[in-house]
Nanobody, 115 residues
Framework: QVHLVESGGGLVQPGGSLRLSCAASGINFRLYVMSWYRQAPGTQRELVAT???????NYVDGVKGRFAISRDNAKNTVNLQMNSLRPEDTAVYYCHAKNGWLEYWGQGTQVTVSS
């Protein structure tokens, strides 16, 4: 059975930092493209960052230079370091794994940026 379990969300002040982690089990992790998505209330889920099997990364324009995605294939984890957080970053953040037609989602972790 596949599990993607996110952790690290919470409440942070504007300008602060958080580090999200996603622990994967039940998949051959190194074969999966891993991504972080987010969804704010009343909006569609949007792709935030992706890291390929070879370690190449891509980011949505609004987080470039502030967020960094990384993976540890030995630990089956993918992380999202979020710096200089803004109120508009407030959302539920989801971990996503994809390998061809196979794809899985985590349950999400809430990130709230507010003073």
């Amino acid at each position: 059975q596949v599990h993607l379990v996110e952790s690290g969300g919470g409440l942070v002040q504007p300008g602060g930092s958080l580090r999200l982690s996603c622990a994967a089990s039940g998949i051959n992790f190194r074969l999966y493209v891993m991504s972080w998505y987010r969804q704010a209330p009343g909006t569609q889920r949007e792709l935030v960052a992706t890291i390929t099997t070879s370690g190449s990364t891509n980011y949505v324009d609004g987080v470039k230079g502030r967020f960094a995605i990384s993976r540890d294939n030995a630990k089956n984890t993918v992380n999202l370091q979020m710096n200089s957080l803004r109120p508009e970053d407030t959302a539920v953040y989801y971990c996503h794994a994809k390998n061809g037609w196979l794809e899985y989602w985590g349950q999400g972790t809430q990130v709230t940026v507010s003073s």
